[in-house]
């Protein structure tokens, strides 16, 4: 349950003002039809963070339990840091191909969103955390969590919201999970050794 409320609290926060939020944005000032967009997100997300899970889980085997938490936590606290610094479209997000609104999507958000901030969070959750079906969850809920309202409500909700207080509030939480794992947090990381009954 941790690892799922962890997963979802600090990617909705991360996203707020992130590219791919200003990229629903975007599609919903352009397309007005926000179910087909909303189901684009969710899907893209889902493959996005799938892999970006199934790449944390497999570091784990990569490391041991020392090394791991070294990077982690060197990791997190990097990506607290990168929080800060404000995002932007780049030209080639916003290229609207003429696949049809979900399709567009689709495409749209599972482009914009490699090597983003939220993809490269689920990557490290998931190496923190065991539990792949709950940081994957999280970090899908987290990211329809900020993005649903934006295609919704539009750029109106982007004006009221605190961008930058919002933003370091998420970078508190990745440098606290930083220094927690590099103090030793969860045993040593004790994800990478077997489960109990395991050799």
Known sequence: MDAFLIATGVVALAEVGDKTQLLAFM?????????????GILFATLVNHALAGALGNWLISLAGPQTLRWVLGISFIAMALWLLIPDKLDEDDTRIAPYGVFLTTLLAFFLAEMGDKTQIATVALAARFPDFIAVVAGTTLGMLLANVPAVLFGEKISRRLPTRWIHA????????????????????????SPLPGNP
């Open 27 to 39: 599609l919903a000032a352009r397309f007005k039809k926000p179910l087909p967009i909303i189901a």
């Open 169 to 192: 509030l998420a970078a508190l939480i990745f440098c606290a999970l930083g220094i927690a794992t590099l103090l030793g947090a969860g045993d040593a990381l004790s994800l990478a």
